[in-house]
């Protein structure tokens, strides 16, 4: 395989999903922490999810002037929604028993723990090269 041809579709190679242990809160039968499934986020869905994070501010000190500034915990919380695989956060049964009605209130709710909440957070985002910057990518792909 040579020149362009290694670049398509056909050669890129899919990440698999991941399993991890969210929350200390949620066990099985033997006391263990339950496993959730996590898929990593596209560049496309990322910036779907930062776009409608966003909202328009006005400049301080120059009327008529606006800027983009992210809810950052929107963000994290919308990222972390579309990320989860398995358990299945648009569940009906899985939300009422929570008492909410949105994939992101469930999370808040089920990840109780600000420390589990951030460490999902923490994993969801480099698991989906959110982490990486350009150098590291370069200094990867030259080993």
Known sequence: MSGLSRFLKKNKVQKQNAKYAATRSLVDEDGKPLEWELRPLSTRES????????ME???TGKPGQYRQKLDSAKYIVKMLAAAVVYPDLQNAELQDSYGVTD???LLYEMIDNPGEFNDLAAFVQQYSGLDETMEEKVQEAKN
């Open 103 to 105: 994939p992101e209130d």
């Open 57 to 59: 501010v006005p400049v």
């Open 47 to 54: 910036e779907q999810i930062r776009i409608a994070c966003s």
